[in-house]
């Protein structure tokens, strides 16, 4: 029997549903935008805020930890 976790997020206001205790920055642009592009042309930004207020950013090869209720927020801008 798995003691698999669900959480519940908002990803540019969307409720999304994970099963994972942490999220990279990847994982969390692959939310936002799950077609993508991910080239080098373009650039994400990722912030994040926790239900007790506490917020952030990410950049590339970082990850944070998922509780209920967290907030990303995703861009993306063509380099061009």
Request: aromatic content about 10%; charged content about 25%; glycine content about 8%.
């Amino acid at each position: 029997m798995s003691h698999e976790h669900k959480y519940h997020v908002i990803v540019n206001g969307e409720q999304k549903e994970v099963r994972k205790s942490h999220l990279t920055f990847h994982e969390v642009c692959e939310l936002a935008f799950p077609e993508g592009p991910f080239t080098d042309n373009i650039t994400y930004t990722v912030s994040f805020s926790y239900p007790d207020g506490t917020d952030g950013t990410m950049v590339k090869h970082e990850s944070v930890e998922v509780k209920n209720g967290i907030i990303f927020h995703v861009g993306n801008t063509d380099k061009s």
